[in-house]
């Protein structure tokens, strides 16, 4: 932990002594068209993959946050996971994991993106107000812990002999894990550092109509100096007869192993969401969202009681019910596109705890 952050930490517990409230908050948001969420995360292919498949991801953050007037001030741990895929390479893969022949018959395309993030933060934020419209940024600093970003593309056939034919070109940075399984022994920086910006807009139009905007990373920037770096080509040349006398093959990497600046941007997170309230009581909402490079539309309703709000919308893609529970102390919000969790492509959980003072 640097000296810039153990002063910023020491100084949200400062500022907690005065604050107004503070909220302790879990968010966990997936969604895959691959597999099951589940599955992915664990990588355990106990089906075949979806004929669509393409992406899939896993946001997830808990932290604490602190009110004083119009400032605010977060401390966090956040992982962001995600997957690009497309077809060939989801069906390539299920068949590696259930020890299955290819298709001989299929020449697959490959293309994979692997891109993930862990780090540790704080958000600083400053919230204006006037009489119809309030705006609230948000700018983070995080210490990075782990990344990596992956790209694989090539071809790969096998003929009816089973004898495997392919090329593909890796490009990848890394503080830890990687395809080629190099193992840091000081050789690249373990850790890195970025900035994130979030703005949150509210507007009431009228009396009966508002609109709400979340853009969280609508700008971010992540950066780790001397990042483990492999860029080549892999190719089945290094075939050889084993013990058995079959045929076994040893893929053949041509390239470079080394060190580079790995400068890299998540993708933006948004939601929009209009309002019309019918009464005091009740509102109808539309909805979209972007996480992952996937689009989301949603419609509802939010319910207003003594001293909380139910809210209840329907992911119209993907057939899911968000339902979302609000109180003066705590919230909680379970979205699910499924009755059973070990069959659930989209799966998000939300918890807010509250304390005022």
Do not use: C
Not at 262 to 271: A, D, G
Not at 329 to 344: C, N, R
């Amino acid at each position: 932990m640097n000296v810039n952050y153990l002063l910023l930490l020491i100084f949200l517990s400062t500022l907690s002594q005065a604050s107004t409230k503070i909220e302790v908050f879990t968010t966990s948001q997936s969604f895959s068209n691959i597999l099951p969420v589940k599955q992915l995360i664990a990588d355990n292919w106990r089906q075949s993959p979806e004929k669509n498949a393409s992406d899939g991801f896993t946001q997830n953050e808990v932290g604490m946050s602190s009110y004083w007037q119009h400032l605010s001030l977060s401390v966090a741990q956040r992982y962001d996971y995600f997957v690009y895929s497309n077809p060939d390479t989801a069906q390539v893969f299920y068949l590696d994991r259930k020890d299955l022949a290819l298709d001989t018959q299929e020449k697959y395309h490959i293309a994979l993106k692997l891109f993930h993030q862990r780090s540790n933060g704080l958000r600083i934020g400053y919230k204006y107000e006037f009489e119809n419209f309030s705006s609230e940024i948000r700018v983070g600093y995080w210490d990075l812990n782990v990344t990596r970003e992956s790209n694989l593309t090539g071809t790969l056939a096998s003929d009816l002999n089973g004898n495997i034919s392919a090329i593909a070109q890796l490009d990848e940075f890394y503080t830890a894990n990687n395809f080629l399984k190099r193992r840091n022994s000081n050789d690249w920086d373990a850790d890195g550092t970025g900035i994130t910006i979030d703005i949150h807009l509210r507007w009431q139009l009228s009396q009966y109509l508002s609109i709400n905007a979340d853009l969280k990373d609508i700008y971010n920037h992540f950066t780790v100096d001397e990042s483990g770096f492999s860029a080549g080509n892999i190719d089945t040349d290094g075939t050889f007869i084993n013990s058995v006398g079959g045929v076994a093959y040893l893929p053949v990497y041509r390239g470079k192993e080394t060190t580079s600046k790995h400068q890299f941007k998540l993708p933006e997170h948004v939601s929009f969401i209009s309002f019309y309230h019918h009464s005091e009581q009740i509102s109808y909402l539309a909805r979209y969202k972007r996480q992952g490079e996937q689009n989301f539309y949603y419609l509802g309703f939010d319910i207003a009681h003594e001293n909380s709000s139910t809210r209840i919308s329907f992911d119209i893609e993907n057939t899911a019910p968000e339902v979302q529970y609000k109180s003066d102390w705590f919230s909680v919000t379970f979205a699910i596109d499924s009755l059973k969790i070990e069959q659930a492509m989209l799966l998000n959980l939300g918890f807010n705890l509250y304390y005022r003072f």
